[in-house]
């Protein structure tokens, strides 16, 4: 799910018509576009938005501010998420100034095929507009010999503050091998999200290795499925 939108616009442009010695005819509707506004978003949100575009089928369900959820009807009693054209999607920048925030226009456009009448609310829970996306980590390895790593959220918090360091990780590193098999490691926190195995010494034949943040890790604020990096001795 996205943060909470603002100023929310949705719009479908008038269709487009030829006309012949006064007689209009109709040629094709216009797709319905969609923009919106994501008030101080970290950088990840902005990374991830953008790498929508590679895929080849994109659909979302919107939540209206009542805790509506709109989707596509798709049969007399089923809802499919609203398809959107994946070429069109957009997370722009807004620079802050002396009276604005940080924000991100966020906009695309939904795929040619809808029609209006399809959008059918498919059911409501108020309570989804209490959720608070989790941000992406990310984990990097930094030297080895002695293994460190870092893990970190690429979420600015000011002046030369490019990155969150995720901290209380170190007995939830996990290393395999390209086998697949769990390596033994005794990590320390030797600082904020960077962590030291000094004892790791993992064969030449077990390259590459593969660290991750193990799925027992308390998530929190933070979604570890994306904190993976591999590397070789």
Known sequence: MTPILYNVESERPEAVFEELSGTKFFVRHQPRTFKAL??????????????????????????????????????????????????????????PSDATITKYEFSFDFAQSLMDFELVPV???AALLNY????????????IPPLVVLVYALYARGARDFYTPITGLATYLEV??????????????????????????????????????????????????????????
């Not at 008030?39 to 929508?52: C, F």
């Not at 590679?54 to 939540?63: A, D, E, Q």
């Not at 608070?132 to 030297?143: M, Q």
């Open 123 to 125: 059911f409501a829970d």
């Open 176 to 233: 395999r091998d390209n086998a697949n098999t769990p390596i033994t490691t005794n990590f320390t926190e030797i600082e904020p999200g960077r962590y030291e195995d000094s004892s790791f010494a993992g064969p030449l034949s077990g390259n590459p290795y593969t660290i991750r943040v193990g799925s027992s890790a308390p998530t929190g604020a933070f979604d570890y499925t994306t904190a993976v990096a591999q590397f070789r001795v």
């Open 132 to 143: 608070v996306p989790v941000i992406a980590a990310r984990i990097a390895v930094l030297n």
């Open 38 to 95: 994501v008030a101080k978003p970290p950088t990840e949100w902005g990374m991830n938005i953008e790498q929508l575009r590679c895929v080849s089928r994109l659909g979302v369900f919107l939540i209206d501010d009542a805790g509506v959820v709109w989707g596509r009807r798709v049969s007399f009693n089923e809802a499919a998420p609203i398809p959107i054209e994946p070429g069109t999607v957009q997370a722009r920048l807004l620079f």
